[in-house]
């Protein structure tokens, strides 16, 4: 072990710097691993852009931004290597792992990969010409744009559901757009909807078209469960329909599901020996920060068992 410990650059990889990657980080290197975290675009991931960190009283009313600084910060402390690139290919080795990325290969005994996942597109005509022009997905970043105007949500999930009741704040109108006659989100969002007079809840439908001019967006066309065409009048649209997991670079022998997720054990380690899976990329989450936090904890003693 003490050979292998010299000929390797780490102890553990982190692939990803959300809230699951850097708390995971942090944890094995308050063990005395050597840890490094690659991130090609910016620490935090999706939640980086939301105010209200609702249902994780971890962030003690710091916003997404904050929190995420706040970790990132104390990891540095404490010795994380914080490594500005893309990655990929994670390469199993006889006793360790490979990572390429753009700036070098690197190895490691253990690797996490904590990637998450990105928002979809709706695919629909209209979509990419008025990005940036109506077209948005973030509604803490956006929302004062569309004061006292009309905009559409798409999606009934949790995050849609969330954002629709920021949007209300600001808006005199929100259209929330879903498929199926129920919300999927969670009981206190879906409480907090009740006392919305503002937000019109648009079931069983699912929007098929943004629709503009050279002003920017006006509207969107919607379809419902019966074949009936409809349009909605709106100035923005914030489109919450679901994720597609950033899971390209993981090891062909890591197995995914049908939506292509990476599958792990009950301990979060994949078909992999050595790679485990924790956080919003791995087959199986609900989608809370609590229990991305939690399986990044649970994930850095058992790699330092290993040890």
């Known amino acids: 072990l003490e050979g292998w410990e010299m000929s390797a650059e780490f102890d553990l990889i982190v692939i990803g710097e959300g809230f699951a990657g850097l708390t995971c980080a942090s944890e094995a290197a308050k063990s005395g691993l050597r840890v490094a975290t690659f991130e090609s675009e910016f620490f935090g991931g999706l939640v980086v852009n939301v105010n209200d960190l609702d249902h994780f009283e971890e962030a003690d009313g710091l916003s997404g931004m904050d929190h995420a600084g706040l970790l990132a910060a104390q990891n540095k402390k404490i010795g994380v ?31 996490v990969i904590a990637t998450g996942a ?5 695919g629909v005509p209209g979509e990419e010409e008025f990005q940036g022009r109506g077209v948005s997905h973030c509604a803490d970043c956006d929302a004062p744009m569309f004061t006292d105007g009309h905009v559409v ?7 849609a559901v ?25 009981d206190d969002y879906q409480n907090r909807l009740k006392n919305q007079t503002n937000i019109q809840l648009c079931s069983n439908s699912s929007v098929i078209e943004v629709l503009g001019d050279e002003t920017g967006m006006t509207g969107v066309k919607i379809l419902n469960e019966s074949g009936v065409h409809s349009e ?9 329909i679901g994720l597609e997991p950033n899971a390209s670079i993981a090891p062909a022998e890591v197995k995914r599901d049908a939506q292509g997720y990476l599958e792990v054990n009950t301990d979060l380690e994949s078909a992999a020996s050595g790679l485990w899976v924790i956080g919003q990329i791995r087959s199986g989450f609900n989608g809370w920060l609590n229990d991305a936090v939690l399986d990044a904890r649970n994930v850095a003693v058992q790699i330092k068992k290993r040890i």
């Open 232 to 240: 909605i009048k709106a100035a923005g649209i914030f489109a919450i």
């Open 162 to 186: 969330k954002d629709a009741l920021l949007l209300a704040t600001e808006c005199a109108t929100v259209h929330l757009v879903y498929p199926g006659d129920k919300l999927t989100a969670c």
């Open 81 to 111: 290597k914080s490594i500005r690139t893309e990655v990929r290919k994670v390469h199993a080795l006889d006793d360790g792992f490979e990572v390429t990325t753009d700036s070098g290969v690197h190895t490691s005994r253990y690797v």
């Open 118 to 122: 990105k928002l979809k597109k709706l």
């Open 153 to 159: 949500v798409a999606g009934g999930n949790d995050w």
